[in-house]
């Protein structure tokens, strides 16, 4: 019932069920006897008073100035008074704006409950070859189950892929080459 005497915001408990006259069960020798229980987790909010307030607080991932990262780490705060699933897309951008990588927000429907913080790993999947060295950039575009538009947040970086400098020393190299045969050609005549 929506009570008036309810406070606002969420309700959570758990309902424990359990056998209820042990006698009745028949126990065989060499049986381990355990209290044997059933649980239901119960979220309930309370029609009108609401606080939705869903904050991302840290972005975490391996920094390395060679390799993208595979996996980030995002830590969201609840300072509403109900429950909330984060949603979102996490996305990598190299210099050229081309999307390099993505990864998509707690595909499990975790919940976060009301005052709490909890780190949700998110796996990027590569989409491209990533080979331009430059300022790749991080977006975090998120929001909780109900709502519609999502909050973005940017983290750019330097990144130097290890496949972009070969291929820079292979540049360098066989124009050196070039260079160093010229002279010899024209040492030569």
């Known amino acids: ?71 980030v780490e995002l830590r969201f705060q609840n300072a ?41 790993p998110t796996t990027l999947q590569g989409l491209t070859q990533i080979f331009i060295p430059g300022k790749y950039t991080l977006t975090t575009a998120y929001r909780y189950d109900g709502k519609e538009d999502s909050m973005v947040r940017e983290v750019s970086y330097i990144l130097f892929p290890w496949q972009g400098l070969m291929g820079i020393v292979l540049v360098i190299s066989l124009l050196y080459g070039k260079r160093f045969l010229n002279r010899k050609s024209s040492s030569g005549k």
Do not use: C, M
Not at 3 to 13: F, K, N, Q, T, V
Not at 92 to 116: C, H, M, W, Y
């Open 1 to 71: 019932e929506n009570r008036e005497s309810l406070a606002p915001g969420g309700h959570y408990g758990a309902v424990l069920f359990k056998i209820g006259d042990e006698a009745d069960v028949t126990e065989k020798e060499n049986q381990v006897a355990v209290q044997q229980l059933v649980s239901v987790l119960v979220f309930a909010k309370k029609k009108g008073g609401e606080i939705y307030n869903l904050e991302l607080k840290d972005t975490v991932w391996p920094k390395s100035f060679f390799t993208v990262p595979s996996r």
């Open 80 to 120: 509403g008074n109900v429950h909330v699933v984060p949603r979102g897309i996490v996305t990598l951008v190299d210099p050229f704006g081309r999307r390099v990588a993505k990864g998509v927000i707690n595909q499990e429907s975790g919940f976060l409950l009301p005052e709490t913080l909890r780190t949700y």
